[in-house]
Every structure is written in C-alpha cells, then in structure tokens.
C-alpha cells in the first residue's frame, strides 16, 4: 500500500494526538490550537475498547489512526476486524517517533522543518502485519515507545462493511465471547429430516450463563465466519434480518419473509429467501442441538455463533456441514380384492402414497371415494399408464387385461392441507360396494317454505330402493366455512350424536325424473342457522352423504 496518505496527515495527527494523550502544560493559546486539530481529525482516530463499523467503497483505501503512549513497561494492544461480506485487504503500519520530536509535540513549541524531517524519515515507518481475506482476524502487538499507528482497509470487489475492535486494556475481560481450545462442531446424528449437532462449551458459558448464548445458522449454500457476515448475506437475498440480540429483545418485530417458531426456550427464525431457506435458531446454552424439518437427499451448512448479550458481540466456532439421508424408497400398500382401505395424504410434503394389485381376474374395476379435500389419481398397468385424473366425489374405474398384471395406484394430496380418499378394487362387477348413485349429490332447500321453526329440503333418488336418513344440527355464523370445509365425505351415521338424526326413510323411483323426495324439518328455532345431512345406504350397508345444506329460519313470521 501507499505510504503517501500516511505522511500527508502525519505531522497533525502526531501533534493531535500527542496532545491528547500525554498531559503537559500549555497556554491557553495552545490549548487551542490543539483541540482545533483533534476535532478537525476526531473521524480518522479508532476508539479504544470500542467495536466500530467501517463502511468501505469498492478500490477506495481508508485509514484510521490510534496512539500509544511511552511507557516503562511494554503496552500491548490488541485489533480484531471482522469482514462482514467479500474478503477484504488491510494492514498495520505503525510510525515510531523522536524523542525530541515527542517532547516538542508534547510542548507545544514544534516547527514546519522539524515535522518536514519527521515525514522524509522512511526508516521510521513500517509495516508490521499484512492479511486479506474473509476471515475474522487478531492481531496483539506490544508496544514500549511513543507510537502512531495507521490501519488501512481495501476492498477490491465491491462496496462492503466491516467491524474493528481496538482494546489497549488486556486485563478487564474480552468483548467478544471466549471459544473453546477445540472449537469444531461434531456431526454425531444424521437422519432422513435432521441433523443432530455438539460443540465444546465456550468458556464464558461456565461462569455467566445469563449473560451468554448459543444461535445456529443453517442453510444449503455454504459456512459463514462470522454472524456478521452471515446477516449480510441474508439482507442480500431481498430480506431484512433482525440484528442478532434483537432476537432476545424484541422477538416480535419480524419481517413478512420471515417465520418465528417459539419453543421449549428456543426462539427460531426461518427466512424464506429465493436461493433458499435460512434458519437462524437460539437455543440458550444448551451445546447439543437436533436440527428437525430439514429435506431428505440435502447438503446443509451449520455454523455455531457464541453470543455476548451484554455487549451484542459474537464468536464463531469453526462450521460443518453434512447431507442428510436418501429418501426412503416409497411404502407399498398391497390392496386385496373387495378390501376397502382410507388414506389420509399429506399435503405439505406433496408425496405419493403407493397402492399395488396384481390381478386375478381380466377385469377388474378400482373404485374411489374422495373423503375430503382434492386427490390426484395415477393408475399404472405394468408400468404403463391407463388412467390420471383428479377425482371428485365417487369415482370408478373398469379395466381389462390379463392374469397377473400389476397395476400400481399412486395418490396425491392436490392442496397444502391435508387430504383422505377411500380406495377398493374388486373383480365383482355385479356386486358393488357402493349403492347406485343419482345424478347430482345436492341437497336443495325451498325460501318459500322456510317458516320460523320448519325448514323443507330435498334431494335425488335412484332406480333402486334405497335408505336414506337426515340429519340436523345447528351452528353459529362463524362456523359456515369451516363446517363446510372441514366436513369429511366419507363419514357415516356413526359419527353423528344421536340428537342430531331426524329421520330414516326408503324410496326409490323407476323413472328417475320422479325420483326426487322431499322432507320438512319442524320443531326449529327462529332466526337460526342449521347444518342438514342426508346419507344414502346401499345394500352393502357403506353409507354415502350427499353435500351438508346450511339454512336459515325466518326471523319473524
């Protein structure tokens, strides 16, 4: 790096700082002229005992300056930077001066050639450490003479921030969390979904429990070295994160990317970025940590940060990473004939449940009965497709083929939530499991005949005698939606109080553009909201249940 920045300021700085740190007497004048420099150049000085933010523009150098006093015993002094983003260069130049030059400085009495010969004495300045990179880096000097020292910080490919901590003062203790002698992160469980974590206890964590805490990072790009860094990384993806501490000072201020979980003294923040998801979990001080809800077939990276509540600064442990299982090979459910068989699909995860037949008959016929929500039909014959559908209500499928052909039956859940479908296949054409179904499963309410305690509905029959029973029961306003959302298709009777049934009846018509019925529900309060039900019975006895009908009774009559 250049020395010429070095030198430029170099004589006012010295005066400046000189001034500052070493009492002498002076005139009011010179007193003056002093605190004039010192508030001219108060930016460009680091604090002592301070971490400070350094904001650096792309290929633009920029300095500051720190003193340190002549003493009998060695000083020593210590800087850690901590890159908060790309790899960055910086070095320690430091400018050992004269004796007599000091004493001038300290007296007030110095002149323009004597700062001129300081500047031209190259053999005063030098270098004394060199680093670039992207890590968090220490370096402990000891000094026994006067000195000013230069830090200079260059970032060369693109505008970035960072962190300084200059300490003279080695004895009061350590603004950043201490780490242990071995600070690796062991992998001791690797699951299909988790990952379970252990790491060495930082010190700190011995002593001042309440003081001191751990957070894990996880996601699937790479490891960060510091939270810093990793805090950036996450503002970059397009989200806000919440500063580190703010997760145990004001958990609730989040942003809508991101997703709060709050358990068992743990507080987890998962960011929801384009290139993936980032979870940012606290866990206290507990060192052993099982990672849940991960994906199976991933690589993801941990990093450990040990974080100071008091003074908001972090240490961290070296990261890892490990990939999670294989997903396990699908489970094939074996489907007997005439067996009826429910399954309940997951929505969220989005997988197949797998049901396989190898037949006994040319013909068979598979029948589905959708309990709740949407389901996806996938239907193979010896591995080819003969039937994808989206199923609705009661569904059968008739198939040919041979002796011992394999049909495979995959099902998928076709909304976030949670989604049940009723399967049987069976080579007995001429005896279903399932009663003969009318055209339309709606249940249709007459105004004009609603009255304020009676209310008249009706529903389609079929060609064949059938019972049908009616049920009641009365809801609130608020409960419409999730009644009707919730309600499950494939429930019987049985699951019904017993003060909900109104009435069983049997009909059937051989014309079915007569085959309608009609029944009045009496004995209602008025101004009021009820839920009816109407489930037909075939001869095998599986009930079937037409579309829940809410109506209103009249107000006033």
């Not at 108060?42 to 002549?70: C, M, N, Q, W």
């Not at 003493?71 to 850690?80: E, G, M, N, W």
């Not at 039909?377 to 011992?404: D, W, Y």
């Not at 080579?427 to 055209?439: A, G, Y």
Request: hydrophobic content about 35%.
């Amino acid at each position: 790096m250049s020395s010429f920045w070095f030198y430029l300021p170099l004589h006012l700085l010295m005066v400046a700082c000189l001034c500052h740190s070493i009492k002498a007497p002076t005139t009011s004048s010179q007193q003056s002229f002093k605190t004039d420099l010192f508030n001219l150049y108060h930016s460009l000085i680091l604090a002592d005992g301070k971490e400070t933010t350094i904001h650096l523009l792309k290929d633009i150098p920029k300095r500051y300056y720190f003193v340190l006093e002549e003493s009998r015993a060695l000083a020593p002094f210590t800087i850690t930077v901590t890159p908060c983003d790309v790899p960055i260069e910086w070095s320690i130049l430091v400018h050992k001066a004269s004796a007599s030059f000091l004493g001038k400085a300290a007296r007030g009495d110095h002149d323009t050639q004597e700062v001129s010969k300081s500047q031209k004495a190259p053999s005063m300045v030098s270098t004394i450490f060199n680093y670039k990179g992207n890590s968090v880096e220490t370096y402990m000097g000891m000094s026994s003479h006067s000195a000013l020292y230069l830090l200079e910080f260059l970032s060369t490919e693109r505008d970035t921030h960072i962190t300084v901590y200059l300490t003279t003062d080695t004895t009061s203790g350590h603004l950043y969390p201490e780490l242990p002698m071995d600070p690796r992160i062991d992998v001791i469980g690797i699951g299909h979904t988790t990952v379970t974590l252990t790491w060495k206890h930082s010190p700190p964590v011995l002593q001042h429990r309440e003081n001191i805490q751990y957070c894990l990072l996880v996601n699937e790009k790479h490891n960060y070295k510091s939270l810093c860094a990793a805090e950036t990384a996450i503002r970059s993806s397009g989200m806000k994160l919440p500063p580190t501490l703010a997760l145990s000072l004001s958990p609730y201020l989040l942003e809508p990317q991101q997703v709060m979980i709050l358990s068992n003294s743990e507080l987890s923040f998962i960011n929801k970025a384009s290139s993936g998801e980032v979870r940012q979990i606290c866990m206290g001080t507990k060192n052993t940590y099982t990672v849940p809800n991960l994906s199976p077939s991933t690589q993801y990276y941990f990093d450990v940060f040990v974080v100071n509540l008091l003074t908001n600064a972090s240490a961290a442990y070296t990261g890892t990473f490990a990939r999670t299982l294989d997903e396990p090979e699908p489970k094939v459910t074996e489907l007997k004939d005439g067996k009826v068989i429910q399954v309940v699909l997951d929505g969220k995860k989005q997988k197949f449940y797998s049901l396989q037949y190898q037949a006994r008959h040319k013909k068979i016929q598979f029948t589905f009965q959708l309990c709740h929500g949407q389901v996806q039909v996938h239907i193979t014959k010896n591995g080819k497709t003969v039937a994808l559908e989206n199923i609705s209500g009661l569904r059968c499928f008739s198939l040919k083929g041979k002796l011992l052909d394999t049909y495979l039956v995959q099902l998928r859940s076709m909304e976030e939530s949670n989604s049940s479908v009723k399967v049987q296949v069976s080579p007995h054409f001429h005896k279903p499991l399932f009663p003969l179904l009318p055209e339309s499963l709606k249940i249709k309410s007459f105004s004009k005949l609603r009255t304020c305690n009676s209310v008249t509905i009706a529903w389609l029959g079929t060609q064949e005698e059938s019972k049908y029973c009616v049920y009641k029961k009365r809801i609130e306003e608020d409960q419409v939606w999730m009644e009707l959302r919730s309600a499950d298709m494939c429930s019987g009777p049985e699951s019904r109080h017993k003060s909900e049934k109104v009435l069983c009846k049997y009909f059937y018509d051989i014309n079915l553009q007569r085959a309608v019925t009609t029944e009045t529900i009496r004995e209602l309060d008025a101004g009021t909201l009820y839920l009816f039900d109407v489930y037909l019975f075939g001869p095998s006895g599986i009930p079937i249940r037409y579309h829940s009908k809410v109506v209103k009774t009249r107000k006033k009559c």
